[in-house]
């Protein structure tokens, strides 16, 4: 737990990629979880994802932007992936985060931002999923969210759930009445137990009864997670309910159980990659190593070796 807290912290020191990136091994781990640092790196891990049978999400990193002229170049830069999948013929949406178009410096800048992203998708009949974030903007993300659903359809705009969080179960049953696209998933930040869970089965628990409530909701949700506890329990509620395998989609990272990933391929469900790629690579690629004991004791043991 110490360890992972640790990494969650160095994941808020950017400064330390420079430092990170000198290690060959930490460049290694790296292109295993990120796509590439640019837009044809992506492109190209994409398009490899499809010919497994999955579909992608692209996702921009970038967490660190510090005003209005950088928000608009994340806007740029989703407009930019958003007119490539359609000439290119991928099948991938898009994920946001609110923060990289300005959330924390002012929710009516993000607004418009997220709002010029989600009417571009709309016009190409593409769809735009809004991730969440840490718990100190869940509220703000979910009114923002909540604005643009009320302006454009179901299949424009989706919101993402973290089961780790007391309020989500609340929020599912809010924003089904919309209704929303849903996908969730268990919450990657470092949150204290007033507002999460601090004990696992109980992230479990909660994350089971959302994704049956999702279920049966009869909108189009991803259920997001590399757990096979999870993923069994999704396909044996979906038989128990006689819901169809293509109600739903599972969703998992890029470069996390790629066996689980082609193998649910296979077996025809809807399986659909998140894909980041950017030159600010460094805190999400520190949530990865903090997600699993054995990223972190496998650099522990590399880190010296150069
Ligand atoms: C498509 C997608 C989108 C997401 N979007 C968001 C979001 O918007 N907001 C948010 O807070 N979080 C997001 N997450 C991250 C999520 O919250 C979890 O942190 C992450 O998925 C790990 O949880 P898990 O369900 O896989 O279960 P866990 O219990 O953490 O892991 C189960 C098993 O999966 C494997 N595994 C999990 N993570 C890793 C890893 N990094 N490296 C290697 N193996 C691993 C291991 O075998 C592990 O035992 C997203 C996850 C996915 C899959």
């Known amino acids: ?9 160095l994941s808020r020191r950017e400064g330390l990629k420079d430092f990170a990136t000198r290690f060959s091994l930490f460049k290694k781990m790296t292109t295993r979880f990120v796509a590439g640092e640019d837009i044809e790196e992506a492109t190209a891990a994409i398009r490899e ?5 999955a579909t992608a999400s692209f996702d921009h990193l ?8 950088e928000t608009a170049e994340e806007v740029r830069e989703y407009l930019n992936i958003l007119a490539r999948i359609e000439e290119t013929g991928i099948k991938s949406n898009v994920s946001i985060k609110l ?10 800048l993000a607004y418009r931002n997220a709002r010029a992203i989600v009417e571009d998708a709309h016009r190409r ?5 809004v991730d969440m974030e840490g718990s100190s903007v869940t509220q703000l993300t979910i009114d923002v969210f909540k604005r643009l659903r009320a302006e454009f359809g179901v299949n424009d705009v989706g919101i993402v759930l973290q089961s780790y969080l007391r309020r989500t179960y609340d929020d599912a049953q809010d924003l089904l009445k919309l209704p929303a696209r849903i996908r969730i998933c268990k919450g990657a930040y470092n ?7 601090p004990d696992k089965k109980d992230v479990d628990e909660n994350y089971v009864r959302v994704m049956k409530l999702l279920l049966e909701s009869g909108t189009y949700h991803g259920i997001a997670t590399h757990d096979p506890n999870m993923i069994n329990a999704t396909i044996r509620h979906m038989r128990e309910q006689g819901i169809s395998q293509d109600a739903f989609e599972f969703q998992m990272l890029y470069g996390v159980r790629r066996d ?3 193998k649910l391929a296979q077996d ?3 399986m659909r990659v998140y894909v980041p790629y950017g030159k600010h690579w460094y805190p999400y690629f520190m949530r990865r190593l903090a997600e699993r004991p054995a990223n972190i004791w496998f650099i522990m043991k590399n880190l010296f070796k150069g």
């Open 268 to 270: 025809g469900y809807n």
């Open 1 to 9: 737990m110490l360890s992972r807290n640790a990494l969650l912290y």
């Open 49 to 53: 994802i499809n010919a497994k049978g």
């Open 99 to 108: 923060t990289q178009f300005g959330l924390e410096i002012d929710p009516e």
């Open 125 to 129: 009949g593409n769809f735009v999923r």
């Open 191 to 197: 949150e204290g137990p007033e507002v999460a869970f």
């Open 62 to 69: 970038n967490e660190s932007v510090a005003n209005a002229a």
């Open 260 to 262: 689980l990933q082609e």
